[in-house]
């Protein structure tokens, strides 16, 4: 770490009473005007979750796999998070460019602000989605192993023994990391935005083409031979949410199908990609703070 990012680090905690007032403004402004107010960051993912649930539930898409409802809500909503937290944080220090000119604040605490409030409300829905699985979907499927595809089996680390409840308790670590990939990635968007006004566009193309090639609503073993299956890992999307989808849907320990060796490899690579990512943007972001200052 350079020392003008150790600097910048140790700046930060004087202003965690504005980063608490930007998260509260923006928490505000997005819900304040709006008759329900901060109930739809519940609402929207009640109703998806629902029609998710009665369309899978029932059939009315024949998908070879045991509570595809399931599957698709324990990829869908950390994917959520993790693209809405890309596209807010990338935007966030030239809507914010008015405040910029009038007070000096670190700039990184703009995108900070941005992706907590996509974290706050991705908690929320986490604790809707988790009550939903353990209640309908854990109660009839988790602990049978017979449900496993037999070529998951060799990924999957230790005794064959699942328990829903227990693996749960990964989740929390799982958002950590999710967030600090996230802001790993945001913070050089977002001031690469303000001299590069196409940049916004080009995240949001990237964004959509990133969720068909990341195993949202598919499934690698699906694809059991393919050669290109291993190549899966080196998108760290799909590692992270590899981290959420074997506690919330299979009730395992998180294994990653394209990485094999269990929940160690899972972890590790998840890790090495969130940690890198902040590392790696927090330096760029760092390289781009004298660009910013004249441009802003």
Not at 140 to 145: E, I, K, L, N, V
Request: proline share 5%; with cysteine; glycine share 6%.
């Amino acid at each position: 770490m350079t020392p003008s990012i150790a600097t910048s680090l140790s700046e930060l905690p004087e202003y965690r009473q504005v980063l608490a007032n930007l998260i509260a403004r923006d928490l505000k402004v997005k819900y304040q005007s709006k008759s329900l107010g901060f109930a739809w960051s519940l609402l929207a993912p009640a109703c998806m979750i629902g029609i998710l649930y009665v369309i899978f539930s029932h059939r009315a898409f024949r998908i070879d796999m045991p509570d595809y409802w399931a599957f698709l809500i324990a990829g869908i909503l950390p994917f959520q998070f993790m693209a809405e937290g890309i596209v807010s944080g990338a935007s966030s220090i030239r809507q914010s460019a008015a405040l910029i000119r009038k007070v000096y604040l670190p700039m990184e605490i703009l995108v900070i602000a941005a992706v907590t409030v996509r974290a706050i409300e991705f908690v929320l829905q986490m604790l809707l989605a988790v009550a939903l699985l353990a209640i309908v979907h854990h109660e009839r499927f988790g602990g049978q192993f017979a449900q496993v595809p037999a070529s998951l089996v060799s990924v999957l680390d230790g005794p064959v023994h699942f328990d829903a409840f227990k693996t749960l308790l990964v989740l929390p670590a799982a958002i950590v990391l999710s967030y600090l990939f996230v802001l790993g990635v945001a913070m050089p968007l977002a001031a690469w935005s303000v001299i590069y006004k196409d940049l916004d566009h080009i995240v949001g193309i990237a964004v959509r083409v990133l969720f068909y090639a990341t195993p949202v609503f598919w499934a690698l073993f699906l694809f059991e031979g393919a050669w290109w299956v291993r190549w899966v890992a080196v998108n760290p999307v799909a590692d992270l949410i590899a981290l959420y989808r074997g506690p919330m849907y299979w009730g395992a320990w998180p294994f990653n199908e394209a990485v094999g060796n269990g929940a160690a490899a899972t972890w590790g690579v998840a890790v090495a990609f969130a940690l890198g990512a902040f590392v790696f943007g927090y330096l760029l972001f760092d390289r781009s703070k004298r660009i910013l200052a004249e441009v802003v």
